[in-house]
């Protein structure tokens, strides 16, 4: 007997998860809430508020589901996990109080510290003028954050003294955050390639995962704002497995250990964001779930039971289950709304889904997509659609990705044609 899994979550990484889950041989059902159109092929969807522990748990329960799958960041923090623990449903995913490295980066650079794992200097102030102390005491560039969840947009990096004491005055005194500018966290800026590490927690061990390479960016030569991610590959050249296993003891393990010894074992996604500093690797921040869209370019290439290795980390030990990975290369590219990731419209009308995904080595995740009343596919959301194809290697993962991407159409379409260019 295979498992019942349920997704929560309704974005591109979650119908990744949903999509690799249903092709493991240990699931044997599928449903998401509230899910999308690319999930809804997959099992049933039921619409829910996902930061509803009560709501989500009592769905696992109807759904008899062996294990729950936590996607984002916003249903973790919100305790979902502890929900569905105290009821006795496996969840894969931190507690509250473990989702809060992601959701506090001041809570994060403490425990960085406390487990001794290395990582820039900062500071956190709830007032303006201990903030512009720091400003000065770091120097240019100056690095100022929201400290809790503000929708990727709480990050303010820039040259001007001026510019960084307006950032401070935003959150601390207009308020531009709510609750998560209460506080910022001022830090010194760390110089060097930003390498990001996926590892599969237990509460005392951890799996690594193959790293991808992330485009923040939204337009081509990294130009223009910073946004949740407009593509992705994997593998990494130069920066590999093995590379990553030195990382994880250096970051990942010691951290794990000050969270069990503060009696709230991490267990699920820990994605330790790292910059290859002069003077080493150093840790910037740590998310507390799969990167989106990492996660579409990471999990075509997984070739072992991902259900199996989800599960051991809710309810087990992940050094016992067997992870291998395809030698393909995989090469994701978004496909968002004109204006992403400042304001833009949504109801535009999809086509060609369907005819990019003919080619068996493309898989199309949705994201920010809806059906409307006639059943329709249209846009609703910034990142509407993610386009992953696997390849030889990456130059022909890439030639695939493109061509598929080609064939999708919306009104206001915006992607970027650089994503794995200088890469294979
Ligand atoms: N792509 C970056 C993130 O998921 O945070």
Request: with cysteine.
């Amino acid at each position: 007997m295979g498992r019942r899994v349920l997704v929560v979550g309704a974005g591109g990484r979650e119908h990744a998860l949903g999509w690799r889950l249903a092709t493991s041989p240990s699931t044997d059902a599928l449903a998401s809430a509230p899910g999308n159109p690319g999930l809804a092929e997959l099992g049933p969807t039921h619409q829910l508020d996902p930061t509803d522990p009560v709501a989500v748990a009592e769905l696992a329960e109807r759904e008899r589901s062996d294990l729950v799958v936590v996607g984002p960041e916003a249903p973790l923090v919100a305790g979902v996990v502890d929900e569905l623990i105290r009821r006795g449903i496996p969840a894969f995913g931190p507690t509250a109080a473990g989702a809060h490295i992601e959701g506090s980066k001041a809570f994060a650079k403490e425990v960085m510290a406390a487990a001794g794992a290395p990582t820039g200097a900062a500071v956190a102030a709830t007032d303006p003028d201990t903030a512009y102390a720091a400003l000065e005491r770091f120097g240019p560039p100056y690095v100022v954050k929201a400290d809790g969840l503000a929708a990727g947009k709480g990050v303010v990096v820039c040259g001007e003294l001026a510019d960084a004491r307006r950032a401070v005055d935003d959150a601390l005194v207009a308020g531009v955050f709510g609750d998560a500018g209460s506080r910022v966290v001022v830090e010194e800026f760390l110089a060097g390639p930003e390498r990001s590490v996926f590892a599969v927690c237990d509460g005392e061990d951890a799996v690594l995962l193959a790293p991808a390479q992330d485009y923040k960016r939204a337009f081509d030569g990294d130009a223009g704002p910073n946004t949740g991610g407009m593509g992705a590959f994997c593998p990494v050249p130069g920066f590999g497995l093995a590379d990553v296993h030195h990382l994880a003891d250096l970051v990942v393990r010691p951290v794990l250990r000050e969270l069990a010894d503060r009696g709230t074992p991490y267990r699920g996604l820990l994605y330790a964001g790292l910059v290859e500093t002069a003077a080493g690797p150093k840790l910037l921040e740590f998310n507390a779930r799969f990167g989106d869209p990492e996660t579409q370019a990471i999990l075509p290439r997984l070739a072992s039971d991902l259900g199996d290795l989800l599960a051991a980390a809710a309810t087990g030990q992940v050094a016992d289950v067997p992870v291998t990975w395809h030698d393909a290369a995989a090469v994701t590219i978004v496909l968002a709304s004109g204006g992403y990731p400042d304001s833009y419209v949504t109801g535009q009308p999809i086509s060609g889904v369907d005819a990019a995904a003919t080619d068996p080595d493309v898989e199309v995740f949705h994201a920010g997509t809806a059906r409307d009343a006639d059943g329709a596919l249209v846009t609703a959301g910034g990142r509407v659609l993610a386009v992953t194809a696997t390849g030889a290697d990456l130059s022909a993962a890439r030639t695939s990705a493109t061509a598929a991407a080609d064939r999708i159409r919306f009104d206001g379409l915006q992607r970027r044609t650089d994503i794995a260019a200088a890469a294979g």
